[in-house]
């Protein structure tokens, strides 16, 4: 696990992409109660997530392509990395009981991403970066859980690889 400080100026950019989003983030990415201002909060917190993994790579000199999508569609990746070819995905979470990292299955068979990014947001600019794991890891270990809403690929914390192991998988 690693504390990373989020810069205001971050805090600031996640607060204007939610804000611009809210409107066009999918009632299917949604499960939370609260409609379109929750959306907006969740939003917010999944990039404050994004922004400390960015922290991460900045500190350690690792080259990378940051989403640039527009806040209208869906993006293909968070972080790119062009020596790699790796596309990344950052997974927050702000709940202390939440001890798993969810991928939903449909989105992965559409969508996948080679690596996942496991972020504790603390507060708005404090966050903890408890691991990563590959694609391969999750499908070799093949949970799958269902609480209601749509199956999810899951992976436990304990089952997340070291954030320091990740530099060299990235090039």
């Given at each position: ?17 939610a ?15 609260g ?34 999508s527009?806040?209208d ?96 998988h990235?090039?």
């Amino acid at each position: 696990m690693l504390n990373i400080v989020i810069p205001q100026n971050y805090v600031m950019e996640a607060m204007d992409y939610a804000n611009k989003s809210k409107s066009f983030t999918s009632d299917r990415h949604d499960f939370h109660d609260g409609g379109i201002n929750n959306k907006q909060k969740k939003m917010f917190e999944g990039k404050l997530g994004e922004k400390a993994f960015k922290v991460f790579l900045e500190n350690n000199q690792i080259q990378y392509f940051e989403d640039q999508s527009s806040y209208d569609s869906a993006d293909e990746y968070d972080f790119y990395f062009e020596r790699t070819g790796l596309k990344v995905d950052v997974k927050t979470r702000t709940e202390d009981f939440h001890i798993r990292t969810l991928e939903m299955v449909e989105q992965f068979k559409n969508k996948p991403k080679d690596i996942y990014i496991s972020v504790k947001l603390i507060n708005n600019s404090n966050a903890q970066i408890l691991g990563w794991f590959s694609k391969e890891d999750m499908l070799f270990r093949n949970h799958i859980e269902n609480q209601g809403y749509m199956d999810n690929y899951v992976m436990y914390d304990q089952e997340l690889r070291p954030i320091e192991s990740l530099m060299q998988h990235l090039g």
